[in-house]
């Protein structure tokens, strides 16, 4: 099913996003909550003037995006908004002149990977990011994304 036609995605300041918490769920649930707290970017998808989605987003140093979430509220799943999200993040991060995107996800989540793959994603790891970024600044990298055991870390160059 594709995404319904009255979508809107938008900023959500820090300090209107209460609301958006009931969209999240899952295992890392206390880690959302306080990225979604915490981080510099975050995008709603609204419909009819309410959240139904949301995308999570931090610029890093060197020209590195992280996507840290996109959650959809269960009623509006398979719809296409978590791929409007998704695009949306990467038109962001082209503007600011980011050349490369990382996302992480949970390891058996094929739908999740599923996703990212459709928009140019691929499994990397800790090894093949040291060879561009250095062991050091991969390290913070990994540290500023909460990768956690688990977690498949994915990867998209930025042309």
Do not use: C
């Not at 899952?26 to 979604?36: Q, V």
């Not at 996703?115 to 994603?121: D, P, W």
């Amino acid at each position: 099913m594709m995404a319904q036609d009255d979508i809107m995605i938008v900023d959500v300041p820090a300090k209107k996003r209460r609301g958006l918490e009931r969209i999240l769920e899952g295992w890392y649930l206390m880690h959302s909550k306080r990225t979604l707290r915490d981080v510099g970017l975050v995008r709603a998808a609204m419909s009819s003037g309410k959240p139904v989605g949301l995308v999570m987003l931090k610029t890093m140093e060197r020209n590195v995006g992280y996507v840290y979430y996109i959650a959809v509220a269960k009623a509006h799943r398979e719809k296409g908004i978590a791929k409007l999200l998704l695009e949306d993040a990467l038109r962001i991060f082209t503007a600011s002149s980011v050349e490369e995107v990382f996302a992480s996800v949970e390891e058996d989540n094929a739908p999740s990977e599923g996703l990212f793959a459709s928009e140019g994603f691929t499994r990397t790891s800790f090894g093949e990011v040291s060879k561009k970024h250095g062991k050091l600044h991969t390290l913070n990298m990994y540290n500023a994304m909460r990768v956690v055991p688990g977690e498949v870390l994915l990867r998209k160059e930025i042309t």
